[in-house]
């Protein structure tokens, strides 16, 4: 049995969070995990790494700028 799921809309979860509550975009990954699952876009906290790597790709499409960098 799992403890955590994979969340398989993590990268939406985010994009979405992100257009509803730009504030989000200048959390760190552990602060965005409880955030996510508190506002109940996840059903169980999401592995840090993962949402990690959602925020890498979301914030690109804010500031494409620094994602080409």
Do not use: C, K
Not at 16 to 34: G, H, K
Not at 49 to 63: F, K, L, N, S
């Amino acid at each position: 049995m799992n403890i955590v799921a994979h969340e398989p809309n993590l990268l939406v979860s985010v994009r979405e969070l992100y257009s509803r509550r730009p504030e989000a975009l200048y959390l760190e990954a552990w602060e965005l995990q409880s955030l996510l699952f508190l506002l109940g876009y996840t059903d169980s906290l999401a592995p840090e790494a993962d949402i990690a790597a959602a925020m890498e790709v979301a914030r690109t499409d804010w500031t494409p700028d620094e994602g080409a960098a």
